[in-house]
């Protein structure tokens, strides 16, 4: 029996709808066309990293939401309540017609062991229609290639175009290189891409810490010239890459510079994650 609850919000009440489904992915391809984001909470339900961005990226894009912000933050409080103390999983859909939607599950948080030993993700050459819109039809359309990394034991696709890395699938991309002699720097792509608010969160972290951020996206033929890599989203931080399709990336485990920057994202988290 799955976990995932589902309801329309309106301004006065929430209606709960049965969906049949066990996952985000499912629920989401039953609704209408429209945006979304994803997000989980931390201190027992009670708090959001970045839920303001999480919510701006929802409202921009719809000239008339049948819920505005405050009423849907007050309405979250109500439905994350059942799972307290338990953290959760959230998916906050609105359609085009601003018709506003909320699904939840509890969060089942990765072994620690992806963490520890890294991931190994593919390329491939899906790409978004609207990069810098979290549309729910992209869903539908990276459905297949959802399968594919699923049956092949793949944690992650990247989104490659003209041979440059942009993003991931759910995700955005990082590297880091020093092998040219100069100090080491974090790269990641800026233009056609989704800007997430976890990218946004390390960006700042690694630029406090010292660290150069160049905005370039790695080309396919420079992959044997980095040292580490990594993937971040908001249910899931940053996730160490160690190997893209059949390249090992730097000494095939996670990097010392990446996980300094994991501790610092994590204590970040319990900084800053706001309040719902």
């Not at 959802?146 to 759910?170: C, D, P, S, Y």
């Not at 990218?199 to 905005?215: D, F, M, S």
């Amino acid at each position: 029996m799955s976990d995932l609850r589902v309801w329309r919000i309106t301004a006065t009440k929430n209606l709960k709808l049965e969906t049949g489904t066990s996952t985000l992915d499912e629920v989401t391809r039953q609704l209408p066309e429209g945006y979304y984001s994803t997000f989980r909470t931390f201190a027992g339900g009670k708090r959001v990293l970045g839920l303001s961005g999480h919510l701006r990226r929802l409202y921009q894009h719809v000239s008339a939401p049948e819920v505005n912000e405050t009423d849907m933050r007050r309405q979250l409080r109500v439905l994350l309540e059942p799972h307290q103390p338990h953290d959760a999983r959230v998916r906050a859909v609105m359609t085009r017609q601003g018709q506003v939607y909320l699904a939840i599950a509890l969060l089942v948080a990765l072994p620690p062991e992806i963490y520890e030993n890294g991931v190994r993700v593919e390329t491939t050459s899906l790409q978004r229609e609207h990069p810098r819109l979290k549309s729910t039809s992209f869903i539908g359309r990276s459905d297949s290639e959802r399968k594919h990394i699923a049956q092949e034991g793949i944690f992650e696709a990247l989104l490659v175009k003209e041979e440059e890395i942009l993003e991931g699938m759910t995700s955005n991309f990082f590297y880091i290189a020093r092998r040219d002699g100069s100090r080491p720097h974090v790269g990641t792509a800026r233009d056609a891409i989704l800007l997430g608010i976890t990218r946004e969160t390390v960006i700042a972290i690694a630029q406090e810490r010292g660290l150069e951020v160049k905005y370039q996206p790695l080309r396919l033929d420079q992959l044997l010239a980095i040292d580490e890599a990594f993937i971040t989203s908001s249910s899931r931080g940053i996730v160490p890459v160690v190997r893209i399709d059949n390249i090992t990336i730097g000494q095939g485990t996670p990097g010392s510079l990446t996980q300094k920057l994991m501790a610092a994202y994590d204590e970040y988290v319990l900084q800053k994650a706001e309040e719902i």
